[in-house]
């Protein structure tokens, strides 16, 4: 049987006691103890805590929304724009409801005032591009009249803000039991929002 990457290991290790303690609150012995190795052996792959940090940030950055959500086949829903919305947003849940996002976001709720280095942590920054592909899809149905004519950026903030506030209302613990529940609140923010938006 293959052996984990210890640089992996040590990543998704770092993480997961980063959202359970913070940054502060989690040493490189504490993430030495909980893989089961030495402290130098850590220090072979990352030069610090603060070097471990910004590489679980850069594998965050790495894959992008678009690639993990706007599939070809979703695509093709846009001639039908609330189905194209409603598996749209299936599939950001999906993608929300992984354990190492839900990691993530709990580090990023914690971490969010914190300078950790030359890095700052903000829920606007992880947001940038889910309301940037928000913004270009609202942009595309306003052009060919399919909702009215609203400022893209603005309906972008309102699809996106709800789904957000839900996602850290229910998605940031290790329990996903109510995830049927996440489903129905976000289809039914679909079903609102595109109510208001048609034409």
């Not at 805590?49 to 679980?56: D, L, M, N, R």
């Not at 920054?125 to 592909?133: A, D, H, P, T």
């Not at 998605?171 to 039914?188: F, G, H, R």
Request: proline residues 2%; contains cysteine; charged residues 25%.
């Amino acid at each position: 049987m293959k052996q984990p990457n210890t640089k992996q290991l040590i990543l998704s290790t770092a993480l997961d006691l980063f959202s359970k303690h913070g940054y502060a609150g989690a040493s490189i012995r504490h993430i030495a103890r909980s893989i089961g190795i030495r402290e130098s052996a850590i220090y072979n792959h990352y030069k610090s805590k603060e070097e471990i940090f910004s590489a679980i940030l850069s594998e965050f950055k790495a894959v992008t929304i678009s690639e993990k959500i706007l599939s070809d086949d979703l695509i093709e829903d846009l001639v039908n724009p609330e189905k194209f919305l409603k598996r749209f947003v299936i599939k950001l849940i999906s993608q929300w409801s992984s354990a190492t996002e839900r990691k993530f976001i709990r580090l990023l709720l914690m971490e969010q005032f914190t300078k950790i280095g030359s890095t700052e942590l903000s829920v606007s920054g992880y947001l940038i591009e889910l309301r940037s592909i928000c913004k270009m899809i609202f942009s595309e149905m306003s052009k060919h009249n399919i909702i009215k004519k609203v400022d893209p950026e603005i309906l972008a903030n309102q699809f996106t803000a709800p789904l957000f506030l839900i996602r850290t209302e229910y998605m940031t613990n290790d329990d996903v039991k109510e995830i049927n529940k996440v489903y129905d609140l976000a289809n039914k923010h679909v079903e609102f929002f595109w109510n208001a938006v048609k034409l």
